[in-house]
């Protein structure tokens, strides 16, 4: 019996003495993350791409989701379609490139050609196989067991059984709205996909973010400098508040002094930059009202969907996944999300922020990287040194942006799936 199979909890918790902790197992046992790859990715619904990133027929990408190759498809029709990227002849992969455009799919092993939709159109040698061949459900690429939709952002599940997708993300609907409703027109993915690896466990990301506590030590370096940069800040402080979504979904919702290019001007911006956002402003409230302009213009959002989709609305908006490889490892994919409508300047600004603090070679992608890769260092004395302390904020009634409470709702929840008995 291996130590996982000894183990029926990760946590140590208890709520009258406001104690919430992890155990380091979970952060180097090969067993828990084989564990979380068969009960969290396997059952889970995990996002797959952004609508906008299929602008019209033929534009594919392809992506490792939950350890499969995916194919993520615009057919002749306008419909979205998502394939397992394997020939159902002998396994290779239909599409082997990472995005474009295409009229059909060919399998370079023996020439099978599918269509848009994974219909198989035609092979060598047809006269060879069955008349109805063609008509056959398994000569077709297959489809994923399932593939749900909400406001452009694209979900599939391996399970066939899983709740809907709008019932999985429950309250989260709401903060996807607040994030949409920046444009008129929609989201859309600006540029390509950024991918970066990290020698740390992938729920040490997770955690980081939706950390508010780490903001002011880990990224002091840019915190200093834009106090430094003159105009670089508004006369706002940093407030705000998290909450626990359900189902291991988290937010973090807080005003902060960096500008944002929905509404929030800073000096720096100009007087250029003050009646475009004045102008963007006044649309938010024509369409909304007050309460909720101010709540898009003027509030951040950290929002953590599980088990690993991150959507940072801050002073710009990214769009981020993360899978593990292994125990001290994960690899991932991050990606610029932007109103399909707005101005040159709006757009300079956004793609501007979006790469200063977090583009890899940003402010604070750099900063988390040797930050998580230094808890997974500490890991190696978990034989003696065994547990995390999650208890920041337990008990308070309306927990703070830099407490834990969006930490231990993640753990709750991953907890229940990787010990929950098999059915």
Not at 56 to 77: M, W, Y
Not at 108 to 118: N, R
Not at 248 to 262: C, D, I, Q
Not at 372 to 381: H, K, M, P
Request: charged residues 25%.
């Amino acid at each position: 019996m291996n130590a996982f199979q000894r183990m029926n909890t990760a946590l140590m918790v208890d709520e009258s003495r406001k104690i919430f902790k992890v155990s380091r197992q979970a952060f180097v046992d090969p067993d828990i993350l084989e564990a979380e790859r068969t009960r969290i990715f396997d059952k889970c619904w995990l996002y797959l791409g952004h609508s906008s990133e299929l602008a019209k027929p033929g534009d594919f990408v392809t992506r490792q989701v939950g350890g499969r190759n995916i194919l993520f498809a615009r057919d002749s029709k306008g419909n979205l379609k998502a394939m397992l990227n394997t020939c159902p002849h002998r396994g290779a992969q239909v599409c082997r490139e990472k995005h474009g455009s295409a009229k059909s799919f060919q399998c370079f092993y023996h020439g099978w050609v599918f269509g848009l939709d994974g219909r198989l159109r035609s092979q060598p040698g047809e006269t060879s196989y069955a008349e109805d061949f063609k008509e056959r459900s398994p000569s077709n690429m297959q489809q994923v067991p399932r593939f749900e939709s909400y406001r452009d952002f694209n979900f599939i599940c391996f399970d066939k059984g899983v709740e809907s997708l709008a019932d999985y993300l429950g309250p989260v609907r709401e903060y996807l709205e607040v994030i949409c409703d920046q444009a008129e027109t929609g989201m859309t993915i600006v540029g390509g996909t950024q991918e970066y690896s990290m020698r740390a466990n992938w729920k040490l990301l997770t955690e980081n973010s939706i950390d508010g506590y780490h903001a002011l030590t880990t990224h002091a370096t840019y915190l200093d400098y834009l106090k430094s940069a003159t105009g670089a800040l508004a006369q706002v402080a940093f407030e705000g508040s998290a909450r626990d979504l359900g189902k291991g979904h988290a937010v973090l919702e807080y005003k902060a002094p960096w500008g944002r290019p929905v509404a929030q001007w800073i000096p720096s911006w100009g007087e250029e930059g003050k009646r475009e956002l004045s102008r963007l402003y006044d649309g938010l409230l024509t369409r909304f009202g007050k309460e909720r302009a101010d709540r898009i213009a003027t509030f951040n959002r950290n929002l953590f969907i599980f088990p690993n989709l991150v959507i940072n609305d801050i002073m710009a908006v990214t769009v981020r996944t993360y899978y593990p490889a292994a125990p001290d490892f994960m690899n991932i994919s991050a990606w610029a999300l932007a109103p399909r409508e707005e101005t040159e300047w709006a757009r300079k600004y956004r793609l501007f922020n979006f790469l200063e603090f977090l583009g890899p070679g940003g402010f604070a992608t750099p900063d988390d990287v040797e930050a998580l890769e230094q808890c997974q260092r500490g890991f190696r004395n978990s034989a003696e040194a065994q547990w995390n302390d999650i208890s920041k904020g337990m008990g308070k009634e309306n927990p703070s942006y830099d407490d834990e409470l969006q930490m231990r709702a993640f753990w709750s929840n991953w907890n229940e799936h990787v010990f929950r008995v098999p059915a």
